[in-house]
């Protein structure tokens, strides 16, 4: 069982930047992914980092260049670094694990799931 627990979010201008944390507790880096979503109002959760068994993290794509994703490994911290936002990056924004898919360093099955942090983007 991996429990997360996410911290850092807030209110902010556009333009400005957020340090997102998740503590991930019963997390291993050889059968777990570790990543970050987000949902806004009205819209569908869409991924934003995952970092899978390999140690190599995917950014959506639109994305990747303003926001980037480390873990500090010996205590099992997943960050996020959000640079330049903007409004339309507000939104819940959740950790999440999953476990590896056999054959592969990736996974698609997500179980664990923290309670999220909110992100405003606002003047």
């Known amino acids: 069982q991996v429990q997360l627990v996410e911290s850092g979010g807030g209110s902010v201008q556009p333009g400005g930047s957020l340090r997102l944390s998740c503590a991930a507790s019963?997390?291993?880096?050889?059968?777990?992914?570790l990543g970050w979503f987000r949902q806004a109002p009205g819209k569908d959760r869409e991924e934003v980092a995952i970092?899978?068994?390999?140690?190599?993290?995917k950014y959506a794509g639109s994305l990747e260049g303003r926001f980037t994703s480390s873990i500090d490994s010996p205590n099992n911290i997943l960050y996020l670094y959000m640079d330049k936002l903007k409004p339309e990056d507000t939104a819940m924004y959740y950790c999440a694990a999953g476990r590896r898919r056999t054959m592969s360093w990736d996974c698609d099955d997500y179980p664990f799931w923290g309670k999220g942090t909110q992100v405003t983007v606002a003047s």
């Open positions: 970092l899978n068994t390999a140690h190599v993290t």
């Open positions: 019963g997390y291993s880096a050889s059968d777990h992914c």
